[in-house]
Protein backbone atom coordinates (compact mmCIF):
# COMPACT_ATOMS: atom_id res chain seq x y z
CA UNK A 1 0.00 0.00 0.00
CA UNK A 2 3.06 2.37 1.03
CA UNK A 3 4.77 1.46 -2.56
CA UNK A 4 1.20 2.41 -4.14
CA UNK A 5 1.02 5.98 -2.54
CA UNK A 6 4.66 6.51 -2.98
CA UNK A 7 4.38 6.15 -7.01
CA UNK A 8 0.95 7.66 -7.50
CA UNK A 9 2.20 10.85 -5.47
CA UNK A 10 5.55 10.61 -8.21
CA UNK A 11 3.10 10.06 -10.97
CA UNK A 12 0.93 13.12 -10.01
CA UNK A 13 4.31 15.16 -9.45
CA UNK A 14 4.96 14.51 -13.15
CA UNK A 15 1.67 14.79 -14.43
CA UNK A 16 1.58 18.42 -12.67
CA UNK A 17 4.51 19.17 -13.92
CA UNK A 18 3.90 17.99 -17.34
CA UNK A 19 0.98 20.56 -17.12
CA UNK A 20 3.02 23.31 -15.81
CA UNK A 21 5.34 23.53 -18.50
CA UNK A 22 2.74 22.75 -21.66
CA UNK A 23 0.63 25.92 -20.11
CA UNK A 24 4.14 27.80 -20.03
CA UNK A 25 4.41 27.02 -23.40
CA UNK A 26 0.53 27.75 -24.68
CA UNK A 27 0.79 30.98 -22.71
CA UNK A 28 4.37 31.65 -24.94
CA UNK A 29 3.07 30.71 -27.87
CA UNK A 30 -0.33 33.29 -27.60
CA UNK A 31 2.48 36.28 -26.79
CA UNK A 32 4.41 34.96 -30.03
CA UNK A 33 1.08 35.67 -32.12
CA UNK A 34 -0.13 38.94 -30.41
CA UNK A 35 3.82 40.16 -31.25
CA UNK A 36 3.22 38.69 -34.98
CA UNK A 37 -0.09 40.31 -35.57
CA UNK A 38 1.16 43.90 -34.14
CA UNK A 39 4.52 43.52 -36.48
CA UNK A 40 2.18 42.66 -39.78
CA UNK A 41 0.35 45.72 -38.92
CA UNK A 42 0.75 49.02 -41.00
CA UNK A 43 0.35 52.12 -39.14
CA UNK A 44 -0.42 54.96 -40.92
CA UNK A 45 -1.08 58.65 -39.12
CA UNK A 46 -2.91 60.93 -41.17
CA UNK A 47 -3.74 63.40 -38.66
CA UNK A 48 -1.61 66.72 -38.83
CA UNK A 49 -0.40 68.86 -35.99
CA UNK A 50 -0.97 72.83 -36.02
CA UNK A 51 2.01 73.83 -34.55
CA UNK A 52 1.46 77.73 -35.16
CA UNK A 53 0.12 78.37 -31.75
CA UNK A 54 3.08 76.96 -30.17
CA UNK A 55 5.46 78.84 -32.22
CA UNK A 56 3.96 81.90 -31.77
CA UNK A 57 3.88 81.46 -27.56
CA UNK A 58 7.51 80.71 -28.02
CA UNK A 59 7.76 83.95 -29.75
CA UNK A 60 6.44 85.92 -27.12
CA UNK A 61 8.57 83.62 -24.44
CA UNK A 62 11.76 84.37 -26.28
CA UNK A 63 12.43 88.44 -25.09
CA UNK A 64 11.44 87.50 -21.48
CA UNK A 65 13.92 84.09 -21.29
CA UNK A 66 16.61 85.88 -22.91
CA UNK A 67 16.38 88.94 -20.73
CA UNK A 68 16.37 86.17 -17.79
CA UNK A 69 19.45 84.24 -19.28
CA UNK A 70 21.23 88.01 -20.16
CA UNK A 71 20.68 88.64 -16.26
CA UNK A 72 22.06 85.82 -15.08
CA UNK A 73 24.84 85.73 -16.89
CA UNK A 74 26.23 89.54 -15.63
CA UNK A 75 25.39 88.33 -12.51
CA UNK A 76 27.43 85.33 -12.52
CA UNK A 77 29.88 87.60 -14.54
CA UNK A 78 30.00 89.82 -11.34
CA UNK A 79 30.62 87.01 -8.73
CA UNK A 80 33.31 85.75 -11.18
CA UNK A 81 35.00 89.15 -10.85
CA UNK A 82 34.54 89.34 -7.81
CA UNK A 83 36.16 85.86 -7.45
CA UNK A 84 39.03 86.89 -9.28
CA UNK A 85 39.78 90.16 -7.00
CA UNK A 86 39.87 87.98 -3.95
CA UNK A 87 42.25 85.44 -5.65
CA UNK A 88 44.71 88.13 -6.76
CA UNK A 89 44.21 89.05 -2.59
CA UNK A 90 45.06 85.82 -1.55
CA UNK A 91 48.08 85.37 -4.08
CA UNK A 92 48.97 88.94 -2.36
CA UNK A 93 48.99 88.06 0.79
CA UNK A 94 50.38 84.42 0.39
CA UNK A 95 53.41 86.58 -1.19
CA UNK A 96 53.94 89.04 1.53
CA UNK A 97 53.82 85.82 3.89
CA UNK A 98 56.32 83.94 1.91
CA UNK A 99 58.75 87.06 2.18
CA UNK A 100 58.35 86.93 6.03
CA UNK A 101 58.87 83.35 6.13
CA UNK A 102 62.23 83.88 4.05
CA UNK A 103 63.11 86.97 6.98
CA UNK A 104 61.86 84.95 9.51
CA UNK A 105 64.76 82.11 8.08
CA UNK A 106 67.79 84.33 7.58
CA UNK A 107 66.96 85.61 11.28
CA UNK A 108 66.75 82.17 12.85
CA UNK A 109 69.94 81.21 10.43
CA UNK A 110 71.56 84.49 11.91
CA UNK A 111 70.91 83.41 15.79
CA UNK A 112 71.80 79.98 15.38
CA UNK A 113 75.03 81.51 13.89
CA UNK A 114 75.78 83.95 16.84
CA UNK A 115 75.09 81.33 19.51
CA UNK A 116 77.75 78.57 17.86
CA UNK A 117 80.42 81.17 18.24
CA UNK A 118 82.33 80.56 21.37
CA UNK A 119 83.95 83.74 20.92
CA UNK A 120 80.67 85.75 21.64
Known amino acids: ?28 GVFENRIAQLESREY ?3 QEVDLLPVYEKM ?4 EALSKKISDKLREKNTEIGTMNESIAQTKTDIAV ?9 LQMEELNIKNSNPLQ
Not at 59 to 62: F, N, P
Open 44 to 46: VIS
Open 97 to 105: LDTEMQLLK
Open 59 to 62: ELHK
Open 1 to 28: MELIKKHFSALIAVISSVSVLGGGFYAY
